[in-house]
């Protein structure tokens, strides 16, 4: 039976806010995606919130890092937390995977480096294109070799840590990343999170993007990220769910 822990990279608050929106929780969704994928499969969350954890992590099979909120080049108490449990995941020399956030804290805990995005993507990244042709037969099976993806996020990847490769990019930033000596495959997309649920978390967010929109952009904006699930046919899942069979 593979046993999977999957990491929230949300704080306390973070995971309120979604509970606010009516959203489930981000790590319910990595798990929820999980137990479809891998039926027999043991799936266990960790936060990192909490004032203790005690985790064996020898017990796990792999590690899978959810999205999250905030910058991982400041220096707080989640950072720190987050950045810690990283490390020591990494010395396990398990498959990890890593969404949005999550390929922010293992870049940065394994020597590279996230800068502010100067043009943010909200609700999706377009024309991602795949530049390395090395998982075409493994976890971008089956996809498209330019393809849009759900995305949101304010900070992107300047300098990937070393032994890894760009797989995919489009003109905003790197898109993927992978590691096959670690076994270890991050994307600054959210192939686990649909269109329209990106675009609810955005309404209850709704005064981060006044900078950004104007009322009527924005609301065309979640319409277009309703339509755009409706029209996704699954595709969005097609890397996650080629990662999780490697242990089928």
């Excluded at 608050?13 to 929820?32: M, R, S, T, V």
């Excluded at 004032?51 to 220096?75: P, V």
């Amino acid at each position: 039976m593979t046993k999977i822990l999957v990491i929230n990279g949300w704080t306390k608050d973070g995971d309120q806010q979604h509970k606010d929106a009516k959203c489930i929780l981000q790590k319910d969704i990595f798990a929820n995606i999980i137990k479809i994928a891998l039926p027999n499969s043991e799936v266990t969350i960790l936060d990192t919130y909490p004032e203790k954890n005690d985790y064996n992590l020898n017990n796990f099979d792999a590690f899978m890092w959810t999205g999250g909120g905030g910058n991982i080049y400041e220096i707080n108490e989640h950072n720190n937390s987050q950045l810690n449990f990283c490390k020591k995941i990494i010395e396990k020399n398990k498959p990890i995977w890593g969404s949005c956030w999550g390929m922010q804290v293992i870049v940065t805990a394994m020597g590279g480096n996230v800068i502010k995005c100067e043009t943010p993507e909200f609700g999706l990244s377009k024309d991602i294109e795949i530049i390395n042709s090395k998982l075409n037969n493994s976890i971008y099976k089956g996809k498209g070799k330019i393809f849009d993806a759900p995305a949101h996020h304010f900070d992107i990847i300047e300098k990937i840590p070393s032994g890894f490769e760009i797989v995919s990019k489009n003109s905003i930033c790197i898109q993927s990343i992978y590691s096959s000596a670690r076994n270890i495959f991050c994307t600054q997309y959210h192939s686990e999170l649909p269109y329209d649920y990106i675009a609810n978390l955005m309404i209850f967010w709704r005064n981060n993007y006044t900078a950004y929109f104007t009322e009527d952009e924005f609301d065309k904006k979640i319409l277009s990220l309703k339509k755009k699930e409706e029209e996704d046919l699954g595709n969005r899942l097609i890397e996650i769910n080629n990662w999780l069979s490697q242990f089928d």
